[in-house]
């Protein structure tokens, strides 16, 4: 498997690393929180086609890659974005493979904001939904049935420590049915394994972004006389960080990767790619806040607004455990009761 990237691709990243440190700078973090969205930069992203270009031409969109939305998401995950991104692109492919026109064209029209729950339902009650506190409509696989779920006036906001637009939401009469049984099952599984994939690319980049942070503070704090960074307290947990973001960043490629090339070990690979990913960021980070000592534990220090929103990520499906049960399912087999 061959990970350079293609000259379309490298200025597929430098046009969104540059949109990116323009619209989602740490004050523009800091003033979306506590909801956590910042429509501007919503709207800045609605304009380059971020939802258009998870889409295959046939329907509608520009056809790009797997891979492609990857590295679109490291950047994401670099600026810890405030806006639903993933689960907007995830929502709209499913709405596309389910044959909902009418709800993907309002997606892509801006008319509409259409968020992913990668948790599954049961019952009325669809606990911290990520984006759902912004959004009109909510995908979900409930009790067999995939679901498009309006929540306008149907939400409870959920206040949280990574500042997320997390609400819980109610399924009404109103929800309308995209697909059950099989079916369902197959679709839910299919953007689940894209939302994994793509939140671990996400966390690979905040967790790189964390390293950066913490080693040019190192560089610029000193201590008895020279830069703390030459202390083998500080730079060898470091080092391991820069290592497990660079691993973590080849496996969520490597996952991506897999939608076109092994088709058959995408589950596998995308939950082992946002285990080890989330692994990564949440280590990274809680190493790089020390490494900046009091600083780091201030609100007005950049490394917390890392340190808190990657945990809320990756926690809105579960911690490493349940990802790595889903790796096991699809490797041997699901265990039954």
Request: hydrophobic share 50%; with cysteine; net charge negative.
């Amino acid at each position: 498997m061959d990970l350079t990237l293609t000259e379309e691709q490298r200025q597929l990243v430098d046009s969104f690393a540059a949109l990116f440190t323009r619209e989602s700078s740490s004050d523009r973090v800091r003033a979306a929180e506590p909801l956590g969205f910042d429509r501007q930069l919503w709207e800045a992203l609605r304009g380059t086609g971020v939802i258009d270009m998870a889409l295959a031409e046939a329907d509608g969109g520009w056809g790009a890659s797997v891979t492609d939305l990857a590295l679109v998401a490291e950047q994401f995950g670099r600026t810890v974005a405030s806006v639903p991104m993933i689960e907007a692109q995830v929502a709209a492919r499913i709405l596309a493979a389910a044959g909902d026109g009418e709800g993907l064209a309002a997606a892509l029209e801006g008319r509409s904001l259409v968020t992913f729950a990668p948790r599954q339902g049961s019952g009325a009650l669809l606990p911290v939904v990520p984006g759902a506190a912004v959004a009109d409509t909510v995908v979900v696989f409930v009790d067999g049935q995939l679901l498009a779920v309006p929540i306008s006036g149907a939400r409870q906001k959920v206040a949280n420590l990574g500042s997320m637009p997390l609400a819980d939401v109610v399924v009404g009469t109103d929800a309308a049915v995209l697909a059950e049984d099989g079916d369902a099952r197959r679709l839910y599984d299919e953007a689940l394994n894209l939302w994994l994939t793509l939140t671990a690319s996400a966390l690979a980049g905040a967790a790189a972004k964390a390293v950066e942070m913490a080693a040019e503070y190192a560089r610029q704090r000193h201590a008895f006389g020279t830069p703390i960074g030459t202390f083998q307290a500080v730079s060898h947990p470091l080092a391991d960080s820069a290592t497990a973001a660079d691993g973590a960043r080849l496996l969520a490629l490597e996952a991506a990767c897999a939608f076109e090339d092994e088709p058959q070990r995408v589950t596998e690979l995308a939950a082992m790619a946002f285990a080890f990913a989330y692994e990564s960021a949440r280590d990274a980070t809680r190493r790089s806040l020390h490494i900046h000592g009091g600083y780091g534990f201030g609100m007005e220090g950049d490394i917390q607004l890392f340190y808190r929103r990657v945990r809320g990520w990756a926690l809105v499906f579960g911690d490493a455990n349940v990802a790595l049960d889903r790796v096991a399912d699809a490797r041997y087999g699901v265990v039954s009761a």
